[in-house]
């Protein structure tokens, strides 16, 4: 698997960080407002780890949140309490709160972690692209680490949930085409939202 050696090594000659320039909507990227902070509007990690069911592939993990689509762990640059935060910070806080503290990716590997660019009515979002060896999709169900803050418990994850890379990229290859579901390692369709259907149209040409 061609992504295996992207993100498992260290120098790798695929850049697969910012993507603005590739991006036909870069010119009419927001200068700053209310919802933009340190040049992004949101930042979330998408997950890769190895798959444990079909060797050398790999798999994506996603989390299902009270919309009932499945998503990138991720979440908005400016927080309930009005705070700015580093993309990477967003993101690490938002990987520890919606994988109910089961998976923990510190700032400082995001910092060094590859990105795409996600651009979507002129914000930026921007998706971190992480390999982890040991993720746990049942340590999800088991913890008892649910976030469920005052007013905020529409972002509370529900499912967690692994996503075969090699089908996807193969389906990709042939029809050029990100669907809006496609299927888990135990055969599920499952529909996914439209935040990671963008990433992985940044992603899987690269793959
Ligand atoms: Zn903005």
Do not use: W
């Not at 580093?86 to 990716?105: C, G, L, W, Y």
């Not at 008892?144 to 692994?162: A, S, Y």
């Amino acid at each position: 698997m061609l992504l295996f050696s992207i993100i498992f090594t260290s120098n790798t000659t695929i850049a697969l960080t910012n993507d603005l320039a590739n991006n036909k909507m870069a010119t009419a990227i927001c200068k700053g407002c209310k919802v933009c902070c340190n040049g992004v509007a949101g930042a979330g990690v998408l997950v890769a780890t190895p798959s444990k069911k079909i060797s050398g592939d790999m798999d994506l993990i996603l989390v299902m949140d009270q919309s009932g689509t499945y998503n990138d762990f991720g979440g908005t640059a400016r927080d309930r309490h009005g705070v700015d935060k580093e993309p990477h910070n967003v993101a690490s806080s938002e990987i520890n709160e919606e994988s109910r503290k089961t998976i923990q990716v510190s700032g400082a590997v995001l910092t060094a972690s590859h990105f795409v660019d996600l651009v979507g009515r002129g914000h930026i979002y921007r998706c971190f692209i992480v390999p982890i060896q040991n993720v746990s999709c049942s340590a999800f169900y088991h913890s008892k680490n649910h976030i469920v803050i005052k007013g905020h418990q529409f972002n509370e994850t529900t499912r967690m949930t692994r996503f075969p890379l090699g089908a996807l990229v193969s389906k990709f290859k042939k029809t050029n085409l990100v669907p809006d579901h496609i299927t888990s390692d135990s055969g599920e369709s499952c529909k996914i939202n439209g935040r990671i259907q963008g990433i992985l149209r940044l992603l899987l040409p690269r793959l």
